[in-house]
């Protein structure tokens, strides 16, 4: 059974020993994660679609597959999806051919204790892109009358996408005691009193908005000083028919 806010790593391996031997070098690093093993297109292309990997990691010769054909699955099911080539062997223009289709690193098995470097880096990447993307979106449509409510509102007010603070008014600054700066384009992580209560919070609330709209949950903040700061979290999407766009909340 798949737990909750693990890692996700797909395995496109022929050798089921291989993959003995890259889990246990991940796990030796304290990497915690789920996975699953395929070695055919079709068992990848159902894997993409049921487990939803965060990561995917994959042999480059396999006897009806190889890692090229398997990188072209995975930018065609999630174009930012980490694709990794853990091989036993690879000629340089096989290595160049799949960095220039989108795969992020490739490991010699011979050299595994990279893996886990190489894993870390490729999860860290997407991270920052998400941030990054989050931070640069401009909703223009709602930018006016958002500003105008954020300046009087007397209780903190933030504007999250994909859980990325895109904009916060003062009186959500002079509770937690950041500043706009340094809130702005960083993980909503940052306000919660531990990753636990984050988790947590996140999972509570969005269900609640998939299920009537809007949610409501009691969490506690960290203040920038250390201090802790039970508040009720309210949130609501921008447009309810795409959450994507991003989420108010209300903070009090």
Known sequence: MIQKNLLKILFVEYLPSDVDLAVLELR???????????CT???MVSALKKFNPDLIISD?????????LALKEAKEFNSEIPFILYTGSVNEETAVACLKAGAQDYIIKEHMTRLPYAVKEAVE????????????????????????????APVGIGLVVD??????????????GYTRRELIGKSSEIIYSSREEYIKAGEEK??????????????????KDGKLLNVLLSSAPLDKNDHSKGVTIYSS
Do not use: H, W
């Not at 480059?60 to 090229?68: A, C, D, R």
């Open 163 to 176: 859980r990325v603070l895109i904009e916060v008014n003062d009186t959500f600054c002079n509770m937690t």
């Open 28 to 38: 030796k690093e304290k990497i915690e994660f789920e996975y699953i093993t395929v």
């Open 206 to 223: 969005y269900r609640q908005i998939k299920k009537k709209g809007t949610g409501s949950v009691e969490t506690s903040f960290k203040c």
């Open 41 to 43: 297109r079709i068992d």
């Open 125 to 152: 990447q997407v991270r920052r892109n998400k941030e990054k993307r989050a931070s640069e979106l401009l909703l223009k449509e709602n930018e006016e009358k958002l500003q105008s409510i954020f300046s009087v």
């Open 60 to 68: 480059y010769m396999m006897p009806s597959f190889n890692g090229l």
